[in-house]
T-cell receptor
Framework: AQSVTQLGSHVSVSEGALVLLRCNYSSSVPPYLFWYVQYPNQGLQLLLKYTTGATLVKGINGFEAEFKKSETSFHLTKPSAHMSDAAEYFCAVSGWMGDYKLSFGAGTTVTVRA | GAVVSQHPSRVICKSGTSVKIECRSLDFQATTMFWYRQFPKKSLMLMATSNEGSKATYEQGVEKDKFLINHASLTLSTLTVTSAHPEDSSFYIC???????????FGPGTRLTVT
């Protein structure tokens, strides 16, 4: 079984500041980890994913995340926030076989201050 | 590539009626489709997993007789909410994947409002 905890339901940053969204996971098997972004009344867009290999993964829109097995974490960062980054962000985990069902965290709402 | 559509994007129906939501994979064959429900300001809750040609597998607590899922072809899955009630009002999102990959591709969602 897998589960995800996102620390902080709401993050507010100034434009140009670092964005840091925290995600910790629990998994009984090696996890596949994902970050998704959702804009209002829209579906989910994949930002980045970790499956195997390099633990620092880069995604779209300048985001990156680092898989740390010892800390069971997969935090998302962006060096410089842009107004267009205001959205809901979800961390998700799946196993590496079967239906690959996703378990989502509760989500973090990001607001960007001008 | 890997585009998933949903129809309709918004639907309003009266209490007691049924409503069907379609999920289509436009440029790939979706051997597995997933249906999620999202409450306002909440995360996505997996409702069911459907494999083409097979009966859907429902998550615990999801009423299979209320939320009918059909996955009759490799490009189409439907979710029918039967005898809808106001508490069924929600944002429903589907996703699809092929047999070759783990990655799910998400549709844009359908906003259901039951009056």
């Amino acid at each position: 079984a897998q589960s995800v905890t996102q620390l902080g339901s709401h993050v507010s940053v100034s434009e140009g500041a670092l964005v840091l969204l925290r995600c910790n996971y629990s998994s009984s098997v090696p996890p596949y980890l994902f970050w998704y972004v959702q804009y209002p009344n829209q579906g989910l867009q994949l930002l980045l994913k970790y499956t195997t290999g390099a633990t620092l993964v880069k995604g779209i829109n300048g985001f990156e995340a680092e898989f740390k097995k010892s800390e069971t974490s997969f935090h998302l960062t962006k060096p410089s926030a842009h107004m267009s980054d205001a959205a809901e962000y979800f961390c998700a985990v799946s196993g590496w076989m079967g239906d690959y069902k996703l378990s989502f965290g509760a989500g973090t709402t990001v607001t960007v201050r001008a | 590539g890997a585009v998933v559509s949903q129809h309709p994007s918004r639907v309003i129906c009266k209490s007691g009626t049924s409503v069907k939501i379609e999920c289509r994979s436009l440029d790939f064959q979706a051997t597995t489709m997933f249906w999620y429900r999202q409450f306002p300001k909440k995360s996505l809750m997996l409702m069911a997993t459907s494999n083409e040609g097979s009966k859907a597998t429902y998550e615990q607590g999801v009423e299979k007789d209320k939320f009918l899922i059909n996955h009759a072809s490799l490009t189409l899955s439907t979710l029918t909410v039967t005898s809808a009630h106001p508490e069924d009002s929600s944002f429903y999102i589907c996703s699809a994947k092929t047999s070759l990959t783990y990655e799910q591709y998400f549709g844009p969602g359908t906003r259901l409002t039951v009056t």
